[in-house]
């Protein structure tokens, strides 16, 4: 009987691992972050790679600052922002983003607002930020929006090859 | 008596399994998705045109796999990854449509 136990033990420790080391890598997604209000999506594509020209809401006249001066390393970074209990799309944030890499000692960032653009006939917030490194970088976001008091924070981190 | 143990270890190991299949597609999906992020990061890197374009359509038919998944759940078995799959995929077409004329 004994033995019928601890097999039964075993089966029982065996599945439970199985099934946690799936969800903890699932939960690790890098595309799609949470804070108390929001639920993000980010998405980036190397500048060079974007062939139609994005659509601003706010009819800037020198999208994201301005195309011609970008670098040859500049990404486009998009994200979505949906209201975590509504799911809901948030239409009306105010989004600053820092881009950020290296160490403490030789950290370089860069801070811009997301702008609106209409994608998909859908709204998101992005900008172009220079990654003139191949590694690992820091995107964190504030989100404000006019009705509530203070900002969300998000982190993302992106994995440049 | 080593029948009825027999029969309870296997129910051990089945009745998690099944129900688990049953009742939450969930762990599918989030593989799906990390296995599309995963190629993401490949098409982006290539420098091919006309390689990157084949990873795209690629791109375009993993998403769209994990699209007939997410469509025939019913409300009542969505999860939180059902929902936000649907807003991952979303912003990989945006993704995919600047990249395309």
């Known amino acids: ?161 | 008596m080593e029948k009825l143990k027999g029969l309870l270890f296997l129910m051990a190991i089945l009745v998690p399994v099944v129900s688990y299949s049953a009742s939450d597609t969930s762990h599918d999906m989030d593989k799906m998705l990390l296995e599309m992020e995963s190629h993401w990061k490949q098409v982006i890197a290539e420098k091919d045109l006309s390689k990157r374009q084949s990873m795209m359509k690629d791109h375009a038919n993993m998403m769209m796999d994990i699209r007939a998944i997410n469509k025939d759940i019913p409300e009542a078995k969505r999860t939180e990854s059902h929902h936000s799959s649907g807003n991952v995929l979303e912003i990989h077409h945006m993704m995919m449509e600047t990249m395309t004329k």
Request: proline share 2%; net charge positive.
């Open chain 1, 1 to 161: 009987m004994n033995k019928t136990i601890l097999r039964f033990s075993k089966a029982i420790t065996f599945i439970m691992v199985i099934f946690s080391a799936s969800y903890i890598s699932a939960s690790d997604l890098s595309w799609h972050e949470k804070s108390e209000n929001y639920n993000v999506y980010l998405g980036i594509v190397p500048a060079d790679m974007i062939k139609t020209t994005p659509s601003l809401v706010d009819n800037d006249k020198n999208l994201h600052g301005g195309v011609s001066k970008l670098s040859s390393n500049a990404q486009h970074v998009m994200i979505t922002i949906f209201n975590r209990s509504t799911k809901k799309r948030i239409n009306n944030a105010t989004v600053i983003a820092e881009v950020s890499s290296g160490t403490l000692l030789g950290r370089k960032k860069l801070e811009k607002p997301l702008e609106k653009m209409n994608t998909s006939g859908q709204l998101n917030y992005a900008n172009y930020f220079d990654m003139p490194k191949k590694g690992k970088y820091k995107i964190e976001l504030e989100i404000y929006e006019s009705n509530k008091n203070g900002s969300d924070e998000i982190t993302f981190f992106y994995d440049k090859q």
